[in-house]
């Protein structure tokens, strides 16, 4: 199992452009989430999917578009980039409660910068 | 609300030396994680609590549950430098997220 992976590892962009971070994962998770951390900062929850077609709102998710057209894949997009979004952002999944006495795992994260 | 809280948030200890960092949270749930994160890396699972009065030890570390209290604890025994590190609890209270505590900043000191 390649567990939970994301692309890029490192992106830069300029204020205004868009771009999408892939995560997938081959754990046949149900249960989907996408976060923020900022340096010194604990975990903010952006958006989060408990099923293929089924997306929420998390903490912070202005900025921010999800799709879950799949169950291995959750992709996040950046509509129009701006500075407060830089951030490293951490992709994560698990099985429902009654399904597993399993963690939730992490990928290995993607670290953005927004000039 | 739904709430998660670590303390202490920031604990500097010197090699040797046992210390606690506590999780409290706001409302019923028998599962609870902890998570180590060292600098510029992800986070890795530590331990899986899913019952009240689990305990779970690796090496050093020892984490258990009161879900009576709504506490959790992870002990540190002998502290070594290897140990330092940014420490997470993170509650399953349902069909929601995981709510995280802010983390614990752990520094070993010689």
């Known amino acids: 199992n390649a567990g939970v992976t994301q692309t890029p590892k490192f992106q830069v962009l300029k204020t205004g452009q868009s771009m999408t971070l892939q995560c997938a994962q081959d754990m046949n998770h149900e249960y989907m989430s996408w976060y923020r951390q900022d340096p010194g900062m604990g975990l903010r929850l952006i958006h989060y999917?408990?099923?293929?077609?089924?997306?929420d709102q998390g903490e912070v998710p202005n900025g921010y578009n999800v799709s879950r057209s799949t169950t291995e894949d959750f992709p996040l997009r950046l509509l129009s980039a701006a500075p407060s979004q830089t951030s490293v952002y951490f992709c994560?999944?698990?099985?429902?409660?009654?399904?597993?006495?399993?963690?939730?795992?992490f990928g290995p994260g993607t670290r953005l910068t927004v000039l | 609300e739904l709430k998660v809280e670590q303390n202490p948030l920031f604990l500097s200890m010197q090699e040797g030396k046992n210390y606690t960092i506590y999780c409290n949270y706001s409302t019923t749930s028998d599962r609870l994680y902890w998570y180590r994160q060292d600098p510029g890396k992800s986070l890795e699972s530590l331990f899986v609590l899913l019952s009240n009065g689990a305990v779970k030890q690796e090496g050093r570390l020892m984490a258990s549950l009161d879900t009576k209290a709504r506490l959790s604890t992870l002990h540190i025994t002998a502290a070594v430098h290897d140990l330092s590190a940014t420490y997470f609890c993170?509650?399953?209270?349902?069909?929601?997220?995981?709510?995280f505590g802010k983390g614990t900043r752990l520094s070993v000191i010689a």
């Open positions: 994560a999944s698990r099985s429902p409660r009654g399904l597993s006495t399993d963690t939730q795992y």
């Open positions: 993170a509650v399953d209270f349902g069909d929601t997220p995981l709510v």
């Open positions: 999917s408990v099923g293929a077609g089924i997306t």
